[in-house]
């Protein structure tokens, strides 16, 4: 009751935001009505904490023979930090945007209120079909809000391509429910089988962008800091979430290659977003990154460096993609923000680095430097003041509803490192936690000192340089337009003058064969 309780306020804020900016586009307390909404909502998540778990279990489906599983949402202390972390990046998002050039905007914030409903029900999804129909539903969102802003042409061809890519993470997310149902066990995520947990880690990892590496998002929209950033970390929480819950891989082969793809995936995402010339631009190697890392903890039996990722990337992050005003003590402030992702004991990443197997030394360089770079872009996205909007431009209400905005995620973050889940209050690896920020230090120090590291694009680099992965994606999305065309070609045949002579001898040509099969001795 308490689950639904909270998605049915939230899917009533959503429609009578769309409501009212239809019957009465300027009426003057909109903005409030969404932040009460969003209010309600995080309180309602926060007071969950104390009634886990909590489930939602709809009826089953007609014929069961065919429907194994019905609907089904649970809360407890794996899901419960990204619930909240979640409603709190919502609240935050409907704040801040008091200072946005497109307020008051209640379409967007209508459309980001539905976004964080369908973001909570994909983390406490319970099981397969569920998980499914929630995905779908994202995908659908954001294909839907890519293409009312994208010209068609070329970039259409590209969103297309990322929908396809996620279709497939879809796929393989069925098919581990295939191969659970094989061994006779239906597949739930309280307690997967071992051999379902690759099918689940490559679903997630498509979806993100790590496996295979290839940027998984096209152009920003131009709602680039409210919607967007919503539209983006909820995307990537949907996915993180399943990290949390895959069982440890009985091949060892199969976890060294994927250990490594991740390992080179958390490296390369490091480096770009530390290069990065503003905090949008580098945004998809922050979400590469921060997910590439949380397979790392995932593969090596560490739910909760997972967890501890994965929330750090939404609360973390979540403070530099809403912050769009400038103000010199505020922007140090910012970097309390570090600690999100600097596993250092009593944060929520103090477990990232506490990796139970220790038979694979070899990554540790990459795994540290991966995260020293996304510290140190941290760091020079925080206290950046180009292209932010100068305090002194706004009136003094707009500032400290952001202000409260800024705090409520930066507050969230310090909390969930020593209250709340399982992963809070813990020491973790002191000794590579230290190493990883004296690097980052080291990386920010030297910054404006060497101009080959500096963070920005090199010389070196060509603007549209492709990854491998890129180069796959291209390929595929070669071999789309081709079969398009090769459909066109046969579609305009048939349909021409000749299309019925063509038909007839097609028929006549299976009679022949078919006849030459029953004659055969």
Excluded at 377 to 383: C, M, P, T
Excluded at 396 to 410: D, K
Excluded at 425 to 451: D, E, H, Q, S
Aim: hydrophobic content about 55%.
């Amino acid at each position: 009751m308490f689950i639904l309780f909270t998605l049915i306020e939230l899917a009533g804020i959503a429609f009578f935001l769309v409501i009212i900016s239809q019957v009465r586009a300027r009426f003057r307390y909109t903005w409030l009505i969404a932040v009460g909404g969003a209010f309600l909502a995080w309180v309602n998540v926060f007071s969950w904490r104390g009634r886990l778990p909590l489930s939602l279990v709809f009826p089953p489906w007609e014929p069961a023979a065919l429907f194994h599983d019905s609907l089904s949402f649970t809360v407890n202390a794996v899901t419960w930090p990204f619930v909240f972390s979640l409603a709190t990046f919502l609240l935050a998002t409907i704040l801040t945007a008091i200072i946005r050039e497109n307020f008051p905007a209640p379409l967007p914030w209508a459309a980001s209120f539905v976004l964080g409903g369908l973001g909570l029900l994909a983390v406490m999804a319970d099981n397969p079909v569920t998980l499914l129909m929630v995905w779908a539903a994202i995908d659908f969102a954001e294909l839907l809000a890519h293409l009312r802003q994208q010209e068609v042409g070329e970039t259409s061809d590209k969103i297309v391509t990322v929908f396809a890519v996620r279709l497939s993470g879809i796929g393989m997310l069925f098919w581990a429910s295939m191969v659970s149902l094989s061994s006779g066990t239906p597949l739930n995520f309280q307690d997967p089988p071992p051999q379902a947990g690759l099918f689940l880690l490559i679903s997630a990892g498509l979806r993100l962008g790590v496996l295979p590496l290839h940027l998984p998002y096209v152009s920003e929209i131009n709602i680039r800091r409210g919607f967007g950033s919503m539209l983006r970390l909820v995307s990537a929480a949907s996915s993180l979430i399943i990290l949390a819950r895959i069982p440890r891989l009985d091949s060892p082969l199969g976890t060294t290659v994927l250990l490594t793809l991740s390992a080179l995936a958390a490296t390369y995402a490091g480096w770009k977003w530390y290069r990065s010339s503003d905090e949008l631009s580098g945004r998809p190697f922050w979400l590469i990154g921060c997910a590439s890392l949380a397979i790392v903890s995932s593969l090596s039996a560490n739910p909760l460096g997972a967890i501890g990722w994965g929330c750090g990337l939404i609360l973390s992050g979540g403070v530099l993609f809403l912050t769009s005003v400038y103000r010199k003590w505020v922007n140090r402030l910012l970097l309390l923000g570090w600690l999100g992702l600097s596993a250092l004991p009593f944060t929520i990443t103090a477990m990232s680095l506490n990796l139970p197997d220790m038979t694979y030394y070899a990554f540790w360089p990459f795994l540290i430097l991966a995260q020293a770079c996304l510290l140190a872009g941290y760091a020079h996205h925080a206290v950046r003041p180009s292209g932010r909007v100068a305090s002194a431009q706004l009136d003094r209400v707009s500032l400290y509803a952001f202000y409260l905005g800024v705090a409520v995620l930066m507050t969230v973050l310090l909390l969930l490192g020593i209250w709340g889940w399982d992963g809070a209050f813990k020491v973790g690896n002191v000794t590579l936690a230290l190493l990883t920020n004296v690097l980052a230090i080291l990386l920010v120090w030297l910054a404006n000192r060497l101009p080959a590291i500096t963070p920005f694009r090199a010389n070196w680099l060509r603007p549209e340089g492709l990854s491998i992965g890129e180069w796959f994606f291209r390929i595929l999305s070669g071999i789309y337009q081709l079969v398009g065309r090769i459909a066109s070609v046969i579609t305009d045949t048939l349909e021409g003058e000749g299309g019925i002579m063509w038909t007839i001898l097609l028929l006549v040509s299976i009679i022949s064969l078919l006849t030459q099969g029953s004659t055969a001795p």
